[in-house]
């Protein structure tokens, strides 16, 4: 089923009439349009939600609304310390004091409610205090506290009123002894101690701080058996009797006489839930004033009573007055709303706007905390009723800040009958010779009376004569096995999901059994009538999923299909194969293509090239997918049509590619290493020029040899052939040449003259 196909409480709640419809919840309205229904659709497919019921061609709806009215709203009181002085009801610190509400189911309904703490606001004082005997020193420090507390309280208030009471024990066993002796005085030794008892009222409230000394100074200690004193019966007389074994219950009454609790002996200690109701109902702030060894108990027994406090006690009472103001001044500082018993169906909310803009819900939207006289803080209260109560009567709650006597009345109203249900023509003509009320567009029938107009008895619902007019004809069954047969008429089941529906004379047609495009029913375009698809406008084909406008084949150029292919259904069908795309505008063939991507690719892939600083921005239209090499780079197919792209980067090196458009998905593979050229190897560069220059210099070195050799052989062959010409005397030297010269002088003979 399509995702709207979810059901709805209206329809689930087979509704006969406006009234029951409306109560189901506030999404809820009955079509009082006579014509609505269709046939074999029974009176309770009236009850649907609003747009719903819009959708299937309702325009006369009934939905009534929830609504409120103040009936007081006195201002919150601004008084100030001195001023004239106003009885406890004449101070309002909360408003509106009293509202009425008109709830229809499911609707909340919301009130404000402002709370301001009012400045010098009365307070009454009770102290109830222990007199068994381990309170012996206590006492002597109580008897001044009257005037001294009056005096600390005045600085708070200037009407205040104090009273006291005393508590001892239940006087029956096992908590005391009864014995003759010990009622008389139940202390042991010389001590004189007064008869025991259980509650004894001393002084009611009054501003008279000396009478309080006075009767406080009169009062004696008093002694019991167990550990635990009889605090809860008294903190109980205290509550109900505006003083502000054992096996019968805590009855909550007032059992006074003379000032004494008479009743200890009779019922047993009201429970602490029994408690927390009487305080609360008489406005009573309790503060535990316990020693240190009790802290524990009585810090838990504060959590459980709102509105109270524990203070820690010194062994002899001396400092109760400050711990009075102290926890009178928190106590104060908090203000927690509580409220009545709710009637049967109805829920309440707490919002709560504290100061410095705190906001609080739940069970914490009760209460503000930290406020100083002279702070407001408000409250919103959502208010629902589900359905009606039994008696279909009003109903009132109250709501009050603990503590306080004030408290906002709320009036409840419920809508259980529709507006047209005042218009009722009761024995109607149109149902069926009067058998029942005609209102809001249908029959409520008389008792014993069904049908749609209310045509046949329950005794004759099932007569094998009315069957017959519930088949199609004899060879199908009744009601094509889809609903009902009543006073022959068919009635057509409900499915589990509310918006299916089986309709028709013979329940033969229904709404959800009609052909479907994209798992959508009449491919969302449409609606289906006797499982057949009823297109919207521009729309046709039998799943309703054939679209005839035409705008979404545009091209850029305004061509349908670029030219290049037909709309068909809202979809080109591209007749040039190389072109592609929503509107035959993508050729992943043409030239250009590769120099068009290559910077989107390569910032994509390596994260470089002009655009990867705007790479997510501009880049983004179609899908990378990386592959390890060129030989998985995917080949052209007759479908898909792409690219072979080689480009160069900055560095000089090539990436590999393809760009194709597969349907309107643009892809794009690469190969996710860059093919860069090697670099130059130094070391082998260095050792073969190193190696060349020593073989350069060996082979100069040789050359200048063989020369060298070459030159001494010629040389040698020179001297050889020299040799071989000259003559030389082989007795003499060739080298030596004589020291002596010899001349002949022509003028002498022959004879040779020695020099």
Sequence with gaps: CETECTGNECIKANALSCGQCIQVGAKCGWCTDTEFLKQGEPTSAR???????????????????????????????????????????DITQIQPQKLSLNLRSGEPQNIKLRFKRAEDYPIDLYYLMDLSYSMKDDLENVKNLGTSLMKEMSKITSDFRI???????????????????????????????????????????TSNGQQFNSLVGQQQISGNL??????????????????????????????????????SHYYDYPSIAHLVQKLSENNIQTIFAVTEEFQPVYKELKNLIPKSAVGTLSANSSNVINLIVDAYNSLSSE??????????????????????????????????????????????????????????????????????????????NFICECECHKH??????????????????????????????????????????????????????????????????????????????????????????????????????????????????????????CSLDTSTCLASNKQICNGRGNCECGTCRCTDPKFQGPTCEICPTCPGVCTEHKECVQCRAFGTGEKKDTCERDCSYFNLIKVKDRDKLPQPVQAFPLMHCKERDANDCWFYYTYAVNNTEKEVH??????CPA??????????????????????LLIWKLLMIIHDRREFAKFEKEKMNAKWDTTENPIYKSPINKFKNPNYGRKAVAL
């Excluded at 747009?51 to 007081?72: F, V």
């Excluded at 009635?491 to 009609?514: H, Q, T, V």
């Excluded at 690469?670 to 093919?675: F, G, H, I, K, S």
């Excluded at 670099?679 to 100069?700: C, E, F, N, R």
């Design 47 to 89: 009850c649907d939600e609003l747009e719903s019921l819009k959708k299937r061609g309702c325009d006369k709806i009934e939905n009534p609304h929830g609504s409120q009215r103040i009936l007081k709203n006195k201002a919150v009181t601004n008084r100030k310390k001195g001023a004239e002085k106003l009885r406890p009801e």
């Design 226 to 263: 167990d550990s635990p004193e009889g605090g809860f019966d008294a903190i109980m007389q205290v509550a109900v009797c505006g003083v502000s074994g054992i096996v019968l219950p805590n009855d909550g009454k007032c059992h006074l006489e003379n000032n004494m609790y008479t009743m």
């Design 163 to 205: 009273g006291f009471g005393s508590f001892v024990e239940k006087t029956v066993m096992p908590y005391i002894s009864t014995t003759p002796a010990k009622l008389l005085n139940p202390c042991t030794g010389d001590q004189n101690c007064t008869s025991p008892f259980s509650y004894k009222n001393v002084l009611k409230l």
């Design 335 to 412: 203000v927690i709303l509580e409220n009545s018993k709710l009637p049967e169906g109805v829920t309440i909310t707490y919002q709560s706007r504290c100061k410095n803009g705190v906001v609080n819900e739940g069970e914490n939207g009760r209460k503000c905390s930290n406020i100083s006289i002279g702070d407001e803080v408000s409250f919103n209260i959502n208010i629902t009723a589900q359905g009606c109560p039994k008696q279909g009567k009003p109903e009132s709650i109250k709501i009050k800040p603990l503590g306080f006597t004030e408290e906002v009345e709320i009036l409840l």
């Design 670 to 675: 690469v190969v996710d290493a860059l093919e």
């Design 679 to 700: 670099g130059p190897d130094i070391i082998p560069i260095v050792a073969g020029v190193v190696t060349g220059i020593v073989l350069i210099g060996l082979a100069l």
């Design 424 to 545: 009722g023509i009761k024995n109607s003509d149109m149902c069926h010779n009067g058998n029942g009320t005609f209102e809001c567009g249908a029959c409520r029938c008389n008792k014993g009376r069904v049908g749609r107009q209310c045509e046949c008895r329950k005794d004759e619902v099932s007569t094998e004569d009315l069957d017959k007019n519930c088949r199609k004809d004899n060879g199908t069954d009744i009601c094509s096995n889809n609903g009902e047969c009543v006073c022959g008429t068919c009635e057509c089941k409900k499915r589990d999901n509310p918006e299916e529906r089986y309709s028709g004379k013979f329940c033969e047609c229904d709404n959800f059994n009609c052909d479907r495009s994209n798992n959508k029913l009449c491919g969302g375009h449409g609606r289906c009538e006797c499982r057949v698809c009823i297109c919207d406008a521009n729309y046709t084909g039998s799943a309703c999923d």
